[in-house]
């Protein structure tokens, strides 16, 4: 990576100058407080940060666009924030700012050299921008002359499906409706999403599994359950508000396992900073049972588990609940066949985890009544990730554990909004009644053919089938895999449209032609024809609530999102198009009327949305043990075992993020939980395999990803000069940041059914870098 030097660059950063200390071993506490008035402080000063963090998470606040985990219900309390949400608040709010000017002084080709914490770092967008075919440097533009060159470019296709539409799960509601609307008023589904990326896995297993792709639990299932399994997941940074509800659920009795390569600081301990205990004293011990899995180890664990329970109840009965099972399950005596034949000795050699421990997970999830599993990108960015969670679904359903108070599934969604962008109908394979229900609405004829993903758009692109991209929110070059093949995808389209809030990557991988459309953010006030707009977003448990910006925004040029999507629709659909544009851009309330008709469990959603704590939408296995499948019933999946093994010489790698990023967007320099300070190209390894491939720590190495490639040879992928940090994580199994490790994974390495990247396994090798 080449840094260079620059005066907006820490005058003391040195990529080489990667301090590494002893991972810490508990979450939050004084000090994150600390962080988080920091961040804020720096990025916007004292009034605008009082005013932000005062409105995070409140009821007449905005949602925080950090994670989609649900705020409290009733009562919130008065900062109901973390320091991750104040860090991604900060990052809205900074009062830095990317002008005309700032892209006169950096060309294109300046800003592709910056790493993404630089381009992270310049502030919001305030105007319209352009490159023209042939420029070196984005020029301003106008909202109306921006909104033609797209109508143009989208009429001179051969046919709507050569252009793709991304959203990422920022997005509210109301302008994701719109969005989806334009798209197939357009005429195509190419509606990929982040959530391709993420839960798309949890989605696909949980249909086929109990009908509904959502979690089916809510808070007060969790401070309410007695045994809560906790797998891939890490709270402490990327859902620091979980670990007080869990916090709760333990002073109720409740029991945590973890599952989890990597002993993360938020899983063991949590000092709640808004509590005396959490400031003075030593916290709250988090995991009971820390199961420290090899990587991809998980579907064999929770076979192993099943094997042990139908064992257990032979000897005592009362474990299976058999009732349940006759009543809504479907399946049951294949999944007794399989499991009953699972060897546990390769269950010890795809997990590493002993007989002992085995057993007593195995006895706790005997013993409770009332469990829960929450699980996110350790269980969803694997090859075999569907079996997976059908596999922990598997053994929520022999114990009866769904549609019951304090028991359920609870996938951790990542994005704010992004589970609601789903609803809304972002997605490439929409289900018939929605397409009904919008062509009814609107009188427009909607397409049925399914649309492009988020790895079959960057193949399209590539090979020319589609050739115009347009993105709401996200950072899609480097977000998604193979960061070459996707990049010089995008620059083979004819147009690349971005709505973004900041300046990422993106923007300099740009198509013949390049617009980036400045939008509101969540914390922003929107004001259209005089009146303040309110949007609404759905969280991870399916609470539906408003959000209210308050903010000043960046400049008077950047407008919401809802009005760019409108405007650009009018502009490419004409005047006489049935749908009301211009309508739906002053006043969200008539989109909301028009969410109410199309979308089911919306019913009178103006008025429902603006109770005090929004509402909660349908979930069928939840509310009546109704499981709306192709069965009917509730269904045991039934896969052979499959996990990761380790090749010689070889390492598993798992990409994930640091404490300090969101997503594509780097904070800083720091993981403080892992112990890593001012820098982000580490590889942690276990000592052994140090000592192993004849290393030492403080070493620096390419890591270098190998896969059979098309002809039957072996493809590499390298990404370089990354410093070796011994670590606690299972021999084989290493793990290194997201997005520099994107360029290792392969487009077609991706998830069984879901198409989601293999993000969390990667083989690679390592080499002593240049210099090393
Ligand atoms: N501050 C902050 N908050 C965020 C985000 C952010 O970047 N920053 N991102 C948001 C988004 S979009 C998402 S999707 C979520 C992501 O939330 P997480 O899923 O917590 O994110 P990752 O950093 O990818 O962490 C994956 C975890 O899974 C573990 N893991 C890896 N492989 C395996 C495996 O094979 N088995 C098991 N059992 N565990 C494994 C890793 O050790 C790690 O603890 O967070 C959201 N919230
Ligand atoms: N190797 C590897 N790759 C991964 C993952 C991994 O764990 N490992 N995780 C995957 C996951 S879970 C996800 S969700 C994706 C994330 O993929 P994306 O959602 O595409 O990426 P982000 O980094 O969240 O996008 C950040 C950009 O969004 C824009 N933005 C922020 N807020 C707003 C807003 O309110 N409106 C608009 N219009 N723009 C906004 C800003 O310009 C910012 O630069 O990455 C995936 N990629
Ligand atoms: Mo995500």
Redesign the pocket.
């Known amino acids: 990576m080449a840094f260079r030097s620059d005066a907006d660059y820490p005058a003391d950063y040195d990529e080489h100058a990667i301090r590494v200390t002893e991972p810490e071993n508990h979450a939050a506490g004084v000090k994150a407080v600390m962080v988080a008035m920091k961040h804020g402080l720096t990025s916007m000063g004292p009034v605008r940060t009082a005013e932000s963090l005062l409105k995070v998470n409140q009821r007449d606040g905005f949602d925080c666009?950090g994670c989609a985990w649900p705020e409290p219900p009733g009562g919130r309390k008065i900062a109901e924030f973390c320091e991750n949400g104040a860090k991604a608040v900060a990052e809205?709010a900074t009062k830095r700012r990317v002008t005309p000017e700032f892209f006169a002084r950096h060309s294109v080709a300046d800003l592709a050299n910056r790493p993404e914490y630089w381009l992270s770092q310049q502030g919001r967008l305030t105007h319209p921008m352009v490159l023209r075919p042939g420029d070196d440097h984005y020029r301003p533009i106008g909202w109306d002359e921006a909104y033609r060159i797209i109508a143009d470019e989208l009429h001179a296709l051969d046919n709507p499906n050569q252009a793709a539409f991304y959203t990422?799960?920022?997005?509210s509601n109301e302008a994701a409706f719109v969005y989806q609307l334009f798209v197939r008023s357009l005429g195509t589904n190419n509606l990929p999403d982040?959530s391709n990326?993420?839960h798309e896995s949890s989605g696909t297993a949980l249909t086929e599994a109990i009908g509904v792709g959502k979690g089916s639990v809510t808070v007060a299932d969790i401070v309410n359950a007695d045994l809560i399994l906790i797998a891939g997941q890490n709270p402490g940074t990327n859902h620091p508000r979980m670990l007080s509800v869990l916090e709760q659920a333990k002073s109720n009795g409740a029991k945590v396992i973890a599952v989890n390569p990597l002993r993360e600081a938020g899983l063991i301990r949590f000092k709640d900073p808004q509590k005396v205990h959490g400031v003075l004293g030593s916290g709250v011990p988090i995991a009971d049972e820390y199961v420290q899995i090899r990587i991809g180890g998980d579907m064999a664990l929770f076979a192993g588990l099943g094997r042990l329970l139908l064992e257990a109840d032979d000897r005592t009965g009362g474990i299976v609940d058999r009732e349940f099972i006759a009543t809504h399950c479907h399946g049951f005596d294949e999944y007794e066949k399989r499991t009953r034949a699972i060897d546990l000795e390769t269950v010890t050699e795809a997990t590493g985890i002993g007989r002992e421990q085995l057993e007593r997970v195995a006895a706790m999830l005997a013993a409770s009544e009332r469990t829960i599993f929450c699980w996110a990108?350790g269980l969803t960015?694997h090859r075999h990730a569907v079996a997976t969670i059908g596999e922990a679904v598997n053994l929520l359903l022999l114990r009866g554990m769904i549609g019951k108070p304090g028991a359920g599934v609870c996938p951790v969604r990542?994005?704010s909004n992004?589970q609601g962008d789903r609803t809304m109908g972002i997605w490439e394979k929409p289900p018939e009644r929605f397409l009904a229900a919008l062509d009814r609405r609107f009188g427009i004829t909607s397409p049925r053919e399914h649309g492009l993903d988020t790895v079959e758009t960057i193949r399209a692109m590539r090979d020319g089938r589609v050739k115009v991209f347009m993105a709401?929110?996200?950072?899609?070059a480097?977000?998604?895999?193979d960061t070459a093949v996707t990049e010089a995808a995008l620059r083979e389209c004819s147009l690349t449209v971005h709505?973004?809030?900041?300046l990422?990557r993106s923007h300099v991988v740009p198509g013949r032609t390049a617009l980036i459309l400045p939008?509101l953010?969540?914390t922003d006030r929107d004001i259209r024809n005089g009146v303040k707009q309110v949007v609404s977003v759905e969280d991870s448990m399916s609470m539906v609530h408003l959000s209210r910006g308050s903010l000043t925004p960046p400049s008077d040029q950047v407008r919401s999102?809802v009005a760019i999507v409108c405007e650009l629709a009018r502009t490419v659909l004409g005047p006489d198009h049935p749908v009301p544009w211009e309508r739906f851009a002053d006043d969200y309330d008539t989109i909301r009327d028009a969410i109410a008709d199309v979308v089911p469990g919306c019913e009178n959603y103006n008025e429902r949305v603006r109770q005090p704590d929004g509402f909660l939408l349908p979930h069928p296995p939840r509310d009546a043990r109704e499981f709306p499948t192709r069965t009917g019933k509730a269904n045991f999946t039934v896969e052979p075992l499959q996990w990761v093994p380790v090749p010689p010489g070889r390492l598993v790698l798992q990409?994930?993020?640091s404490h300090d990023q969101?997503?594509?967007?780097i904070y800083g320099l720091d993981d403080r939980y892992r112990g890593v300070h001012g820098g982000r190209r580490v590889v942690f390894v276990n000592p052994r395999d140090i000592e192993a491939f004849g290393l030492r720590a403080g070493d620096r190495v390419d890591l270098i990803s190998e896969f059979p490639g098309a002809d039957g040879d072996v493809e590499e992928r390298r990404a370089k000069d990354f410093l070796v940090v011994p670590y606690d994580t299972p021999v084989g199994n290493a793990a290194a940041y997201?997005?520099e490790?994107?360029p290792l994974?392969p487009l077609n390495h991706t998830a069984k059914k879901s198409n989601t990247?293999v993000?969390k396994a990667v083989v690679i090798r390592l080499e002593r870098a240049w210099g090393g």
């Not at 990422?168 to 997005?171: I, N």
């Not at 480097?478 to 895999?481: G, K, L, M, V």
């Not at 709505?499 to 900041?502: A, F, I, N, P, Y």
């Open positions: 666009p809205e990422s799960g920022r997005t982040c990326m993420c990108m960015q990542g994005h992004v709401m929110g996200g950072n899609f480097s977000a998604t895999p709505v973004s809030t900041k990422n939008s953010g969540r999102e990409t994930l993020r969101y997503n594509t967007t997201y997005p490790t994107n994974v990247p993000s």
